[in-house]
Structures are given as structure tokens and as C-alpha cells.
């Protein structure tokens, strides 16, 4: 079709061969808002063909030159600002203004790596023998970070663009040539950002971009002899890829149910727009999101009407009126919702407010008593729903937290530091946020999940550096 947006390969925008496209629905519209090139397996093999010769040369390219292509992509990104959030806004629903801070936060996160690249891969080690029992000073060993080879990215739907240069970025600047697979949900806003790596003047085949059905190229992509390195973020598909592909790294970000416990001490105001803000921005549609409160019995009713005096004031409606609360993603991701609030409901959660639907738009809904056997305690929702437990002590918290099959963040309100310590220690979780509600940012933070939150770490260093491999030269003396 003509209107169909073109993929990436070898620094040309191309149609393939297939004659198909994938249709992206607008979630507000439930319509067609664009198409994208259904790949085929002979056009990934080309691509992943192109990705490994380009490396090559790529790492030999002087590390300077290699940020200073950097530096200007970020620079063209911002610039592209407008149009690329106009894409997100229509593509994912995500509210106008959020949707312009995600563009420029990519153009930051690109910059910064860029900044960092040099410095941590400008520099090795050098270690000396005799450190080691039974050695003389006879051997000295220098070592360097090397690049894998070719990095497959896939981001998710809820950050086509900071969550794709959020692999891009690292794997450029060390040396590694990029492919990516963007979501369907965003594949427009992540080929237009790909426009500005293209403009910045990569060389050829150093990034490419493919589209198409995941259920059709998924596993190809992903199980590909060439690819060296994979860097995912999603839902369950990244079990079942660690599951199925060969001796490579893995960096993985699975979701979360991100608990946010308060206690008697807590700062209820702060408590209470934390909660707002982490449960119900971009409607609740980031795998950060807060997820569950538990708090302690005491202080829930006060913390109740404070967390409902701020959801009231939520707008909802359309994203290009930048409204608080927009469509989420997709039907299914609604009839999901929808499935646990009516089991909340027939176990008999307190509806702070009425259920409220309109095609993909829900209105936000806080459930008080939330018990330990309905599917809302333990699922995440990715939606503006949010469940509230009523614990009597700070371990049951805990102990609801740590039972979750998830592990990626959790936050804790109380102005005893001493006690936030103690239970950020005792909380299984990757990152534990002490009065603030969970997030990745900034982005040069660690970032990663335990149990089935994810594999490995993000985060600018983090990433830059599972990137790499290390190198060792030994000189060895007579
Ligand atoms: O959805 C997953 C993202 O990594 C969360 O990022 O905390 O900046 O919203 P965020």
C-alpha cells in the first residue's frame, strides 16, 4: 500500500517483498491511524547480513567519532520533537505533553551515553602477576571492553522511542551495529526516530529497522545465528525468548506489580500524590507503575480520601487534549482491565468509584479491601486501576511484596529512615524508592528487575557495559 511506512535497511527506506502491512489502531479512534511493512524472514536475514559486516568497521571507528555521531542524532531527535510525539499521541494514546517529554528524554539519554561511552570505554585495566600467590612480576595483563557484534533491540509499546534508544545508545557507542524491532503500537513514532540516527549519517547497515507481526518474524528475529546480544522489554514473550535462544546475553525487563507500602508515620499528602502520580500516569500503562498499596490499617481511611480527593481531579478524555487519563493501548489490554475489576468486584473489593468504560478509555477506579484471593492483589492490570490492602504490621506488607512473582521495584513511605532502611533491605526488589513513588529515571540510575521482572541491568553504565565483553592482552616477560 502506498501510504505504508517503509523499514530500514542498509541506510535505505524499503517495501518489502511480502506486499502485506501490519495496520496500527489508533486507541482512541479504534481505527487505522498507519500501516508498517510486514518484514519477511529473507529481509531479516539481509538485514542481520548487512548489521554484522557494518560492525566491523564500525568498531574500528575512533570512539570519538562514534559519540560525535551520537551526540548529533540526539541533537536532530529534539528537533523532531513535534512530529515524533504527534506520532506517540495517535499511535499509543499517550498524553500530548508526556509524549514530547519522551522524545526529549531519549534525546538526553542518547547524549549521555554518548558522554559516558567515552569515558568508561576509553580506559582499560592493568593488572600485574604477582598479586597472586606462587607468581613473580613476569606477567601483566592489560585489558579493554570489546562490542558483541550485532544487538537485537525490542522495545515495548509504552516508550517506542526512550526504551528503543535506550538499547540503540549503549550498543552504538560501544562498538556493536543495532537492529531493531519496534512494537507494532509505536512502530511509526520508532521509524521516525530511526529517521533522525539516519539523517545523523550512521553508516550503512550500523542500524536498521524492521516491522512486522512479532507472531511472524518474533522468533526469527530472536533466535537468529547472527544476533549476539538481546535487549527486551515487554510482557511474558521475554521468558519464553530466554527460554528459547542460545548462549547469548540477555537483558530483560518484564513488568512488575510494584508495591507501595505506608506506613503510620508516613507523609500522607506526599503518600497520596505519589500514589496518584505512580498509579495513574499514562493510565497506569508503565511496568513502574505503583501497582498495589498496602497500607497500614490505621492511617488507611485518611490516605483513602486523600488518594480519592486527587483521583476526582483526574482528566480523562483524548490525548491530544493532553488529558490525565487517555485509551489504553489496545481492546484486549481493556477487556484485561475490565476482567480484573469484575472479579474484584464479585469477591467484594470497596469501589471508590464507578467502573466506567468507553471502548479503550477507562475511568480511573481505586479499589479499597482488596483481598489476598482476588486476581488484582497479584496481577498487574496496565491500566488506571489501582488496589488497595489494608495491612495491620509492616511485615505483612513485606511478605505481600516478596510473595509476587515479580520483583522490579517497590517504594516505602515513613519518616524513620531507619525503619525505610531496614524494609527496602527486607523487600525483594530490584530498586526500593523511599518517599517517592517507583520509576526508572533518571536514566543513568540502575535499572533492573529480580525473579520475573528481568535479567541483568539498565541503566546507562549498566547497559553500555553488558554490551561489552572484556579483552585481555598478557605481556609475558622471560
Ligand atoms: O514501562 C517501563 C519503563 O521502563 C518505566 O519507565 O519509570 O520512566 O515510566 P518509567
Known sequence: AGNTFKYYSESEWRVSSSGKSVPIINPTTRKTQFEVQACTQEEVNKVMESAKIAQKSWAKTPLWKRAELLHKAAAILKDHKKPIAECLVK???KPAKDAATEVVRSGDLVSYCAEEG???????KFLMSDSFPGNERTKYCLTSKIPLGVVLAIPPFNYPVNLAVSKIAPALIAGNSLVLKPPTQGAVSALHMVHCFHLAGFPKGVISCVTGKGSEIGDFLTMHPIVNCISFTGGDTGIAIAKRVSMIPLQMELGGKDACIILEDADL???????VKGGFSYSGQRCTAVKVVLVMESVADILVKKVNEKVGKLTVGPPENDCDITPVVTESSANFIEGLVMDAKKKGATFCQEYKREGNLI????LDNVKQDMRIAWEEPFGPVLPIIRISNVEEGIHHCNASNFGLQGCVFTKDINKAMLISDAME???????SAPARGPDHFPFQGLKDSGIGSQGVTNSINMMTKIKSTVINLP
Open 429 to 435: 526488589t530490584g530498586t526500593v524508592q523511599i518517599n
Open 118 to 124: 567515552v569515558r568508561i570505554l576509553g580506559e582499560g
Open 91 to 93: 499511535e499509543i494514546a
Open 269 to 275: 499528602d506526599l503518600a497520596a500524590s505519589n500514589i
Open 363 to 366: 475511568w480511573p477506579l481505586l
